[in-house]
């Protein structure tokens, strides 16, 4: 896709405290031969906060920010990957009542990691289709894994240590810090056994009580199925992520080397290089991937925190074009090229930002 007039006027973020990888080790929770392969630093987790209050928080920030506010918002997309609530209830309805939103559309995204940037897809595509009087879409996502059926320093491969957080950002027709210049999403369903592995289609997992082990369902889909049409488990998601990422380029019409910044889902410094930056002939130093050791892996929220970073550290540039991209068990792969037109100035950042939200 490649969108005309689809611009991100507000962002914002809510950030837990981080919780020191080497006290995780300490207490047992981390092993500690991970942790050293890994080089992850610490990890943001938050306490009783319920996703959709995080969600609420990042919304403000982000509405903040953008010119139109709340009175502006025409549609309301929530992305999540863990639970946010009472089941059979809808999290997005909660955040349009906390933040006065009314007159307005909403659903909620479950695509894993790629919730906030599949939103991003969505809203490109309903925004010329939104009322006069409320152009803009307001995209939330947030999870919070603290529950006793998963263990979060036991949940994906080296140095994916699942963390909390909350973003959100306003989709403008109108202008805004940020240009989209192409979404490319594509499903590689020959890999949706990773995330099942030998679970049952019914009853659902949380209704049972049993605990969410996504690393043994990888394990036992990786002991079934060795390879596809001749190619590794590994090789293959490489490939599924490197030939979306260099679709979207391609549809931005800009050139690889022209990508100031990548930010990819935080994890380990392997994947990152393999999957995304080696294919694209970029190094690892031009995605934010030692950011990333401070956060852990915020499900959805990873690019868009390392957007807000960029910008509140005039770190980018107007001209800039940066590439977010996203792969989530599924196994679903999105990229979205940005350019960047007016980031805010440093005396913009501190006003908006007051009250301690990023």
């Known amino acids: 896709m490649k969108p005309a007039n689809v611009f991100l006027s507000g962002l914002g973020c809510w950030l837990p405290s981080a919780y020191a990888a080497s006290e995780a080790v300490a207490s047992g929770l981390y092993d500690p031969s991970v942790h050293a392969e890994s080089g992850l630093r610490s990890v943001l987790v938050a306490g009783s906060e319920s996703p959709p209050e995080m969600a609420v928080r990042a919304a403000r920030t982000a509405l903040g920010r953008s010119p139109g506010g709340a009175a502006a918002i025409g549609t309301v997309l929530h992305g999540s990957t863990f639970y946010q609530g009472p089941e059979m209830w809808s999290p997005s309805a909660y955040i349009m009542r906390e933040l006065g939103i009314s007159g307005a559309g909403s659903t909620e995204i479950r695509n894993g990691c790629n919730s906030m940037l599949t939103g991003l897809e969505l809203a490109a595509g309903l925004l010329s289709y939104q009322p006069e009087s409320r152009p803009d879409i307001l995209l939330t996502t947030a999870d919070n894994f603290n529950s006793p059926m998963f263990n979060r320093w036991d949940s994906g491969p080296m140095g994916v240590i699942a963390a909390d957080a909350a973003s959100s950002v306003v989709i403008s027709p109108s202008g805004g810090f940020a240009r989209v210049d192409a979404v490319v999403s594509r499903v590689y369903p020959e890999f949706e056994g990773m995330a099942r592995g030998d679970e049952p289609l019914f009853p659902p997992t949380g209704s049972t009580g049993r605990r969410i ?25 490489a490939k599924a992520c490197s030939e979306t990422a260099l679709a979207a380029v391609d549809e931005a019409g800009v050139d690889v080397g022209e990508l100031r910044w990548v930010l990819v889902p935080n994890g380990d410094e392997a994947t990152t290089r393999n999957c995304v930056m080696e294919p694209l002939g970029l190094d690892v130093s031009r995605s934010q991937f030692e950011f990333g050791r401070e956060i852990g892996h915020a499900s959805s929220s990873d690019q868009f925190i390392a957007l807000d970073h960029l910008l509140r550290t005039e770190r980018l540039d107007a001209g800039d074009h940066v590439l977010l991209f996203g792969g989530a068990p599924g196994w679903s792969a999105v990229a979205v090229v940005l350019t960047i037109t007016e980031p805010p100035t440093r005396e913009q950042e501190l006003t908006m930002s007051a009250g301690g939200a990023t």
């Not at 889909?221 to 590794?232: A, D, H, L, P, W």
């Open 213 to 237: 082990d996504t690393v043994e369902r990888a394990q036992q889909f990786n002991e079934r199925v060795r390879e596809i049409g001749g190619v590794s488990i590994a090789d293959g998601i």
